[in-house]
């Protein structure tokens, strides 16, 4: 395991010292052998302990990562991208204000209740439809009321991506189903919850476990959270799930401990199960590097990944500085290609074990 700034990087990248004293052809064999399992042995882990293809908790006080697998790989977001939609939303319309649903809203596929063309719900309501149940009308419905169209919308979202620090994101879409060229990264999703904590109303939604709204017209709709670990984590401030195919289950939560903030963002996992066991484990990964009981870590399982740029907690002068702390340990990164490929043979694997069975169905969040 390697020095990487402030944290300790594993997946296989470690570097053979120039100080090796000549020797023996079997005393320098027997060394990169144990160099070998040394740096082996954490990446093993780290593929036992996350199953998400990408993870990621920061401490929400400080921006820094505490611990990372695939930071900054780019992913489909499925319904995280609501906690987008609802700040650009909240940012131009009065909660009391009344949304008429469209016919393009009410035939978005999505998962019940099923939207009417022509009913009314107050923008609270279609609030708490698109982020309680990650209803996908209520998001077109949002960004129709906001800016005349979706497409108009999906603007306004990625420029909002841009202004919170969320570069490595773009969308497509208000509701966060499958298309070309639509991504995050665990780092940004990370960010994007964030920044959705400093909405009084998204965190009092995403903090909701059941609620019962009305149309205008006195239809009754009763919200049940898909976030499980809101009836099993008293620490939890609030999360948001989504699924679709192509980027199977994903989910985002912050918690709350004492003065201590921490966000922790799953991309890509096969089984829904794991997103709750994934997010316990990453917290306490978190809460130990704050209590100084563990070190930092960012685990990459990609060989085409790149290390977290500000890979130290200490202060830079420019960005010349940046540039040659990357070019430094580039080539330790190049290194992880030969756990590649065990890293993809291990995943199916390690379901079957479990028994769990794979995402399927439509294309619903």
């Known amino acids: 395991m390697n020095s990487f700034g402030h944290y300790s990087v594993a997946g296989g990248q470690g570097l ?44 929400g006080n400080t921006d820094k990562i505490l ?19 609802a700040m650009v939303a909240l940012d131009r319309l009065n909660p009391e204000s ?3 649903i469209s016919e393009a809203a ?39 009321a906001t800016a005349g169209s979706e497409a108009a919308f999906v603007k306004m979202m990625n420029e909002k991506a841009v202004r919170i620090g969320a570069e490595n994101t773009r969308f497509i879409n ?5 298309g070309p060229d639509q991504y995050i990264t665990a780092f940004d999703l990370a960010n994007v919850m964030k920044e959705s904590l400093r909405y009084p109303m998204i965190k009092e939604i995403i903090n909701t476990r059941t609620k019962k709204i009305y149309s205008v017209g006195g239809r009754r709709v009763f919200v049940k959270n898909t976030n499980q670990l809101l009836w099993a984590d008293d620490d939890l401030v609030g999360g948001k799930t ?47 590097v704050l209590a100084q009981k563990s070190e930092p870590m960012i685990y990459f399982s990609n060989a085409d990944e790149r290390p977290v740029v500000l890979a130290s907690y200490k202060p830079h002068k420019g960005k010349k500085k940046l540039v040659s702390r990357h070019k430094k340990h580039k080539d330790s990164v190049k290194k992880v290609k030969t756990h590649k490929k065990k890293h993809r043979k291990s995943v199916p694997s390690r379901v079957a074990r479990k028994g769990g069975k794979r995402a399927s169905g439509k294309d619903l969040t």
């Open 242 to 288: 989504g699924y679709t195919r192509a980027a199977r289950h994903c989910f985002v939560c912050a918690a709350e401990k004492g003065k201590d903030v921490l966000v922790a963002a799953m991309l890509g996992e096969s089984v829904r199960s794991d997103l709750w066991q994934d997010s316990r484990v990453l917290l306490s990964k978190g809460y130990d």
């Open 67 to 85: 611990y990372a697998k695939n930071p900054n790989l780019k992913l489909p977001p499925a319904s995280t991208t609501k906690l987008v939609t």
């Open 174 to 178: 208000a509701s966060g189903l499958p």
């Open 16 to 59: 053979v010292g120039k100080s090796i004293k000549k020797g023996s052809k079997r005393r320098i064999v027997f060394f990169l052998l144990i160099m070998a399992i040394g740096c082996l042995l954490p990446a093993t882990l780290w593929a036992d302990e996350i199953s998400a293809r990408a993870a990621v908790v920061i401490d």
């Open 98 to 100: 009344v949304i008429t």
């Open 106 to 144: 009410a035939n978005t596929p999505s998962v019940s209740p099923r939207l009417r063309p022509g009913e009314k719900f107050s923008t609270r309501d279609v609030l708490y439809l698109a982020l309680m149940r990650s209803v996908n009308g209520a998001a077109v419905a949002l960004a129709e």
